[in-house]
């Protein structure tokens, strides 16, 4: 692999050009990574034992951030999800989570008081979280958000309050729940993990045409 490809000529140059766009690949080894730094980790993670085994590590505690700001986002129209899922790492924020329509559905948020407006005739949630070691930090955090909010479907809603923001991520952690629950009101449940990566910019496409499969089937 490393000395060269068909008819002795280098492989490596060429694989840059037509690596898979996408943030997480599981397919082969992460050459496009490890030639761009050059260090070994970027081959051996994710390699399962094929190419090396780690024998011993050292590990690093970070302290944890003192202050942490949620806020929710509307994609209405299905490409704004794309807009959304490749411009939120701009806006600072440590983890960009997606809610699509059938967990909105389920989980009864388009008659929720509060996030109702939001969910209503939204095609998707986007859930950025911020995090810092001054409420000024964080509320900078939230108003980048905010910023990208105004910029498409509206500014959604923000908060630092810890009660606030642990009641924002539940809505997260409450998918596999939700779909369990509704086998038990007759209906068969058939969850399933696709794990499926896409470029960001297509997320609204694949999920458009996901749903459009699952139709058909």
């Known amino acids: 692999l490393l000395e060269g490809g068909e008819g002795g000529g280098p492989l490596l140059p060429a694989l840059p050009d037509r690596w898979p766009r996408v943030r997480k690949n599981s397919s082969g080894y992460g050459v496009d990574r ?25 590990l690093r505690l970070e302290p944890r951030p003192a202050l942490e700001g949620v806020c929710l986002l509307p994609a209405r129209p299905a490409p704004e999800a794309g807009i ?21 559905e389920m989980a009864g948020l388009r ?15 986007f859930l950025l979280a911020f995090e810092g070691e001054s409420a000024e930090e964080v509320e900078a955090g939230l108003e980048a958000g905010h910023a990208l909010g105004r910029r498409l479907s509206g500014e959604g809603i923000g908060s630092r309050d810890p009660s606030a923001v642990q009641a924002l991520w539940s809505l997260r952690h409450r998918a596999s729940p939700l779909i369990s629950d509704r086998a038990k009101e007759g ?19 694949y999920l458009v045409g996901l749903d459009r499969i699952l139709a058909e089937a």
């Open 187 to 205: 209906l068969i449940s058939t969850q399933f993990i696709e794990d499926s990566v896409v470029p960001p910019a297509l997320l609204g496409d």
């Open 111 to 125: 008659q929720d008081p509060e996030l109702g407006p939001l969910a209503r005739d939204a095609f998707a949630l």
């Open 34 to 58: 490890w030639q761009a730094t050059g260090n070994p980790a970027e081959l051996l993670v994710g390699s399962e034992g094929t190419l090396g085994i780690v024998t011993a590590l050292t």
């Open 84 to 104: 959304l899922a490749r411009e939120a790492p701009g806006t600072g924020a440590v983890a960009c989570e997606f809610l699509g329509r059938r967990l909105l």
